[in-house]
């Protein structure tokens, strides 16, 4: 025996000492969860023998992790068996190391010292001013230090007792994304692994960062050449490696997740979402069975499927889940001529952790044709479902409907809407498929109206599960939309080649009332336990804990703290300015923190108007971009908010309304995502009126065409005509002028 390498016999030893482990820590921890649920509903503490079998069950697991690196040979055992005890669920909850902070992804800490008995006490402990970028960004924490990625993965690394910023690392991703800075709003989160910071790109880079000292330890690109595509997910690990997929909606992909090794950034194995041309052979058997629910050339337009954000992993099983996205172009009939399931777009896809082969999967939407996907978060549980403990994956898609899935063979246990649903009648439990109205496919030229619309009835931030409570915390919406494709030739569609969104469907907001909530869904019944609207469309992130909590920010500015039992409001902060991003909590010395960011970030706010900019003080230059951290010793309070940002005067701007169409048809196409609809902005990206550039036409034709601040992240739009440049400009000092009218009259 020499290297690393493992013998049979002792391989045998590791696998049964661990599993032997894993089972009593298991059957302990189930028990131990009984008497808490137990206690809970009959309003007492747990007794002594709760917390013998806690932390007995804890210990168990470790024992067996770092069993299992005493008789493994090679020190990247032991390093694995220390990283894993802290992604465990058994973890005591100190750390909060990867974005859902155990592998099972359940957004859940397991920390009782903020409960509700001192939930009144709990203020803010200190606050660290961050730069304009993208904000709407979870952190994580490892041993004393906080880490989060803002803007384009510009990493921090800070000291959590002290509030101090430790070190910045800067990739410089926007200089180097191109075309691909055009789509995409920065990073979402990063992870931790064995004293490394790993975080992705807009470019595609996946990079390992010293934890300690915030220098690069490597770097390797995850995209193929000249792809339009970027990353904003955070990236998972396991076993020793990190795992990383992307993100498109602007060209011609076919989305695939790649495993690293996490020490050296060697690649180990990549597994592609849906079937590539038949006549270049498949990569594995499972995409030639794919291959037979395609039509036509659909590895012309890549076929979608990316992997942007949801994963998760079990452990025990060595079983990594991944959810995948719409097919591109979303149209079926100009993507797959109309026909087949196309597999494995907007799917929950099992497969092993060791060689990425395929395991199972489970398809929310056969042929997908609503931009609707199964990239929203996957959290693993054990449910008493029918009183048979079931190992289960909860997930809350976009289209409305709340999915209970048996983890170890992807049979669907149950799945019912938690949101307004039109695009299906139900799911039939038999088949797994749902139970479509002809209507829904907007067939011969009709108008579908479709509830939940494109935004989905749960975007990117994540949900939470309280295995105390037995409770998913969903940040739901609702919201409408009509679809049609009546003026797509399907026969001639052109994918885009300046990465613009392009659908090939035609849609606008349908009517109805639509709005946002914190829903609590219990995964057994399927059904609401309470419900609280939002004031906004948008609706950030939450965090559960075992202090009965939930926390969740909301973009009026209030973050606060809710009864997970019965949603009563129990505290709130106003952090002066609008909340996105998902909480954490962890545990430094013998101090419970709660940690969130502030500002937005991405298309989220979905702002309606002057109004409702100004009532929540939306101005993105305007917004106070902070990381804020409580605890039950804090003392601290924020400086107060000044709003000044006027609109420059434009003394040689006279009305030319016809022009200004022509540049609004261009603004919407290309700049609306970022600076906002009607030029209304709400995120990271400027406010265009109130911004002095468009007053020069050589500053505007220097930023817009030439790429002038494109390290910041404005993109060139190099192909823009000196007419095209012209008219743009015009609708912008023409939305400009509206503006010092409106604040004219309004202040």
Known sequence: MSGSRRTPYMGGLCGAGRRLLGRLALLIRVRTRNDERQAHDLGTKPGPLWIVRYRLSGQLAKAGLIGLALVAPGPSWCTIASSTTRYLDQSDGRDWPGYGRTFSEQHYSPLTQVNHATIDRLNLDWSLDLGPESSATQPIEVDGTLYFATGYSLVHAVDVRTGKLLWKF????????????????????????????????????????DASTGKQEWSVQTLEPNMPAFISGAPRVFGGKVIIGFASDTGAVRGYVTAYDASTGRKLWRFYTVPGKPADGFESPILERAAKTWAGEWWKFGGGGTVWNAMAYDVETDTVYIGTGNGYPVNRRVRSRGQGDNWFIASIIALNGSTGEYRWHYQVNPGESWDYDATMDIELADLLIHGKKRKVLLQAPKNGFFYVIDRTNGQLISAEPFAKVTWAKRIDLRTGRPIQPPSSQFPNGSVARIWPSIGGAHGWPPMAYSPMSGLAYIPMMDSGLKIWDRDIDASHWKVPSDRRFDAAIEAAPDKGEDGAYLLAWNPITQKAAWKLARPTYSNGGVLATAGDLVFQGTVDGLFKAYSASDGSTLWQFDAQAPLFAPPISYQVGDVQYVTVLTGLGTQSALVRGQAHADKYHLNPREQARRVLTFSLRGAATLPPTIHSSLVPEDPTYRSTKDVAELGRTIYEMQCSRCHGWQVVASIHAPDLRRSAIPLSDSAFAAVVRDGGLAARGMPAFSEFSADQLRELREYIRTAAADLRAYEAEHR
């Open 170 to 209: 800067d990739p410089k991703a926007a200089e180097v994304s191109g075309l691909n800075l055009r789509w995409g709003w920065g990073s979402r989160g990063i992870a931790w692994w064995d004293g490394k910071i790993f975080t992705a790109t807009q470019d595609g880079r996946l990079i390992a960062i």
